[in-house]
């Protein structure tokens, strides 16, 4: 008994993994889902997985990098289509007490194995010569930020940029000690 008992208690901790699928809709916007649509066009997607760090602690001195664009451009070759910053959305809200923040990048076709990301914050760089398509930034400041990506290859310009990515991060101030706060005596 006990040992069927250990055996259920296995298969609910395995991990359930599902197939993500992506494609451009009748609107021209890409989508995401687990089931693909009925047209066709739907692409097996991969899904990292998360990469936790710092920026606190994994800031870039002395980059040799070239400040980011202030337009999304893309080199001669033209190998990459699209790179873009798919989370944080633009313009949108992140609201997080640690200053958490989670960038998501797509770029199309997928990075070569020869090229790398950079990951800007507010212009500065702040993760260099990553392959992965997810970053946590731990610690961001409250505020409005701006991200941008760009990919590199052994030349020293980037090959594409994408377009400029402003967030929100609303976190409450640092300042109020909740934990401290006794309630008003009747």
């Known amino acids: 008994m006990n040992k069927a008992f250990l055996f259920f208690l296995l298969l609910?901790?395995?991990?359930?993994?599902?197939?993500?699928?992506t494609w451009i809709g009748a609107d021209g916007n890409?989508?995401?889902?687990?089931r693909p649509?009925?047209?066709p066009g739907a692409?097996?997607?991969?899904?990292?997985?998360s990469v936790y760090a710092s920026p606190r602690v994994g800031w870039v001195n002395d980059v040799?990098?070239?400040p980011v664009p202030d337009e999304p451009q893309r080199a001669e070759d033209g190998y990459y289509k699209s790179l873009e910053i798919l989370r944080p959305a633009n313009d949108g809200s992140v609201r997080n007490a640690n200053g958490d923040v989670q960038v998501v990048i797509f770029s199309d076709p997928p990075l070569r194995r020869s090229d790398?990301?950079?990951l800007y914050l507010d212009g500065e760089v702040v993760y260099e010569n990553f392959s992965g398509d997810v970053r946590i930034l731990n610690g961001v400041d409250r505020g409005t930020h701006?991200?941008?990506?760009?990919?590199?290859?052994s030349e020293e310009n980037a090959l594409i940029t994408s377009a400029s990515t402003s967030f929100h991060l609303h976190s409450p101030s640092r300042l109020i000690n909740r934990r401290n706060v006794t309630p008003p005596s009747q």
């Open 12 to 21: 609910l901790c395995m991990p359930v993994t599902a197939g993500v699928y």
């Open 30 to 34: 890409r989508h995401y889902g687990d």
């Open 37 to 39: 649509p009925e047209e």
């Open 43 to 49: 692409k097996a997607a991969t899904v990292p997985e």
């Open 64 to 66: 040799n990098r070239p």
């Open 116 to 118: 790398l990301f950079t």
């Open 146 to 153: 701006t991200l941008q990506v760009a990919i590199f290859g």
